[in-house]
């Protein structure tokens, strides 16, 4: 079976800081690796995705993550905030193989002007 | 782009009551997806299903079922709604083959008095 943790369930940082948003998973199989944001009032959109090869994956909007395979993690980071950037964000894992995706329980990112 | 509606964004139903929640895509997925949204807990699977009239059970199916008459449309039925049951349900499709991205609709919320 697979599980995704997201310690922190809500992470306050000021407008043009950094920030690292924590996710680790548990997997006896190969994954794939996904981070979804969910802006207020709207449904889930893929933020950016680990499938294969390089271990460092961006998104458009100038975030990045980094899958670690010997420490279970895909943490995602940021150098510098903005308020457009406030939001819930979602780690999730699927096996290969397997149709599900697993999510996580979120971390809600508040930015502060 | 690929477009997945959902019939209602805000729904308020009486305990007893029939309750259907509509989902439609329009890029052809073979997968479709029914998740509830709660605080702290994240995204939970209720079903899915990988093709017309086939579905199965995802993490917590109790409650509820659903139907696939038609590729583009995946309805989950709250057969008596309770309490419990007050929610954001957000549905998902995928590709069945390749990378499981899901795209997801802007969710219904489910209040049940």
């Known amino acids: 079976a697979q599980s995704v943790t997201q310690l922190d369930s809500q992470v306050p940082v000021f407008e043009e800081a950094p920030v690292e948003l924590r996710c680790n998973y548990s997997s006896s199989v190969s994954v794939y690796l996904f981070w979804y944001v969910q802006y207020p009032n709207q449904g889930l959109q893929l933020l950016l995705k680990?499938?294969?090869?390089?271990?460092l994956v961006e998104s458009i909007n100038g975030f990045e993550a980094e899958f670690n395979k010997s420490q279970t993690s895909f943490h995602l980071r940021k150098p510098s905030v903005h308020i457009s950037d406030t939001a819930e964000y979602f780690c999730a894992v699927i096996n290969f193989g397997n149709e599900k995706l697993t999510f996580g329980t979120g971390t809600r990112l508040t930015i502060i002007p | 782009d690929v477009k997945v509606t959902q019939s209602s964004r805000y729904l308020v139903k009486r305990t007893g009551e029939k309750v259907f929640l509509e989902c439609v895509q329009d890029m052809d997925h073979e997968n479709m997806f029914w998740y509830r949204q709660d605080p702290g807990l994240g995204l939970r699977l209720i079903y899915f299903?990988?093709?017309?009239?086939?579905?199965e059970k995802g993490d917590i199916p109790e409650g509820y079922s659903v139907s696939r008459e038609k590729k583009e449309r995946f309805s989950l039925i709250l057969e008596s709604a309770s309490t419990n049951q007050t929610s954001m349900y957000l549905c998902?499709?995928?590709?069945?083959?390749?990378?499981?991205?899901?795209?997801f609709g802007p969710g219904t919320r489910l209040t049940v008095t």
């Open positions: 998902a499709s995928s590709f069945a083959t390749g990378v499981h991205e899901q795209y």
């Open positions: 299903s990988y093709d017309v009239k086939m579905k």
């Open positions: 680990y499938l294969s090869g390089s271990t």
